[in-house]
Nanobody
Framework: RVQLVESGGGSVRSGGSHRLSCEAS????????MGWFRQPPGQMREFVAD???????RYADSVKGRFTVSQDNAKNTAYLEMNSLEPEDTAMYFC????????????????WGQGTQVTVSS
């Protein structure tokens, strides 16, 4: 059974930085598409970023240039480095993954983590 466990959520001041981690277990192979969605308060879940087995990345326009997604294939772990955080980045962040080495277009996660809260104060 595939499981994703996020860590690193918390509170940060506007303009600050923060990093999330996500460890995957139960996958039949290493190196696959992993990424992040988020759900701001009272809003729908939205795509943030993803990365495939070859290191190709995609970002939502709202985070491009500020967030960086990375992956350690050997550890089946993904990271989201968030810089220049804004109050609008406040959300529950979900780690996602596909049972594919390339990420689907549009993103089509088949596994979700439980979520970790990031709160950015002004």
């Amino acid at each position: 059974r595939v499981q994703l466990v996020e860590s690193g959520g918390g509170s940060v001041r506007s303009g600050g930085s923060h990093r999330l981690s996500c460890e995957a277990s139960g996958y039949p192979f290493s190196g696959f598409c992993m990424g992040w969605f988020r759900q701001p308060p009272g809003q729908m879940r939205e795509f943030v970023a993803d990365i495939d087995n070859d290191g190709r990345t995609r970002y939502a326009d709202s985070v491009k240039g500020r967030f960086t997604v990375s992956q350690d294939n050997a550890k089946n772990t993904a990271y989201l480095e968030m810089n220049s955080l804004e109050p609008e980045d406040t959300a529950m962040y979900f780690c996602v993954a596909e049972l594919l080495k390339r990420c689907s277009s549009p993103p089509n996660p088949m596994a979700w983590g439980q979520g970790t809260q990031v709160t950015v104060s002004s």
